[in-house]
Structure formats: C-alpha cells, structure tokens
T-cell receptor
Framework: DGGITQSPKYLFRKEGQNVTLSCEQN?????MYWYRQDPGQGLRLIYY???????QKGDIAEGYSVSREKKESFPLTVTSAQKNPTAFYLC?????????????FGQGTRLTVV | AQKVTQAQTEISVVEKEDVTLDCVYE???????LFWYKQPPSGELVFLIR??????QNEISGRYSWNFQKSTSSFNFTITASQVVDSAVYFC??????????????FGRGTQLTVWP
C-alpha cells in the first residue's frame, strides 16, 4: 500500500545526543515536509524539500538538519543544539507544490529527552 | 503575515449534539487554500477538506459541513449528530499561492473535541 512511514514511533534521547528520525514515502510525491507539534500548539514547519538534493528552512529550523538524497526519503536529525527537542514530529508529503493539493501525513514520531 | 486562529481550545459535547469548530485566518494573498485536518489519538493527520479562495460555496459531506465566508475570513466546520468516534483534535490550515515557501501549511493551534456517550 502507498503511504508514509515514520520510524521509530517512540524515541528516547539523552541530553547532548544527536538523533535521526526517519521518513520514507512510496507515493512518488515531490515535496516533503517536517513539522513539529507541541501540546496545545499547532504544527510548525521545520524544513521542507521540493526536489531531490534541495531543501529549505522553515520557521523553526535551528537545531535541526535534513537531507534529501532520494525522492523517497527525508530524514530529520535533531542535534544537541536543539534546546527543547521533546515533541511530536510529523512528516508530510505533497504530490507537487501546487496549492491545490493536500498534504499527506505519516503517523509521527514522539521524541522524549531523558 | 499569515495566521490561523482557532479560538476554541477544547469542546465537549454529548453524542448526537451538533458542534461547530471555528477557524479565522489572515492572509494578504488573494489566492489561497484552506484545509481541515483531523488528528485522532493515533497521531497522524487525516485530510478532511480543501477549499480555494475563489469558491465560497458551502459544502456538505455526510455529517460534516463547512461554511466559508471571505467577508469575515472564517472557515467554520460543523459536525451534525456527533459520535464518539468524532473525538479528536481538529486543525484548520492555510496555504498560499506564492512566495518562497510554496506548498507549506500554516496551522491553527487545534481544537480538542470530546464526544461523550
């Protein structure tokens, strides 16, 4: 079945460690996005990529890094520079960047710093 | 600046009641798109509806209906005869037609709807 797979579902990290969240899609969508969700907050954009080997910072990119070496994959690394990384992270894809398409979301990764 | 406001943080209703979730937006674009997503406890966002700025027709889909009014910059969502399975967080979102962040969504903070049996 076509879809977006985020792994792992739950992730625990010690302070000072980098950690990478996986996002894989087989929808053949060009655009991919990473959003962060905090309790009582809407989703905020971290990074997005419209094509392979290209990506752009969103509103809260500090402390995060991404890569887009393949169309299917858009991993997000949470670095030790991210001051408050505990949150729910959602990966999304869109068929194109045209406005008249909706975004599809993965099931999310819940990251907790211990 | 783009902004989406969902003033209702939490709403509780009893099954079979009708409920309306409010959404107010701000944008300078004349062409834009509005969305509603549902987030069940499992966490993933489920797409419900998309509406473009040139189409102010209200829409009904089963128990769901949407009221888009450009004059008040609102895009409200009504669930008729609510059911326990409707319990979720609902997000309103805005997407614009141009700019360097083409395709991104601006989200409201969400409304937690709880439907009691």
């Amino acid at each position: 079945d076509g879809g977006i797979t985020q792994s792992p579902k739950y992730l625990f990290r010690k302070e000072g460690q980098n950690v990478t969240l996986s996002c894989e899609q087989n929808l053949n969508h060009d655009a991919m996005y990473w959003y962060r969700q905090d309790p009582g907050q809407g989703l905020r954009l971290i990074y997005y990529s419209q094509i392979v080997n290209d990506f752009q910072k969103g509103d809260i990119a500090e402390g995060y890094s991404v890569s887009r070496e393949k169309k299917e994959s858009f991993p997000l690394t949470v670095t030790s520079a991210q001051k408050n990384p505990t949150a729910f992270y959602l990966c999304a894809t869109k068929k194109t960047t045209l406005m008249n398409t909706e975004a599809f979301f993965g099931q999310g990764t819940r990251l907790t710093v211990v | 600046a783009q902004k989406v406001t969902q003033a209702q943080t939490e709403i509780s209703v009893v099954e079979k009641e009708d409920v309306t979730l409010d959404c107010v937006y701000e944008t300078r674009d004349t062409t834009y798109y509005l969305f509603w997503y549902k987030q069940p406890p499992s966490g993933e966002l489920v797409f419900l509806i998309r509406r473009n700025s040139f189409d102010e027709q209200n829409e009904i889909s089963g128990r769901y209906s949407w009221n888009f009014q450009k004059s008040t910059s609102s895009f409200n969502f009504t669930i008729t005869a609510s059911q326990v399975v409707d319990s979720a967080v609902y997000f309103c979102a805005l997407s614009e037609s141009g700019g360097s962040t083409l395709g991104r969504l601006y989200f409201g903070r969400g409304t937690q709807l709880t439907v009691w049996p």
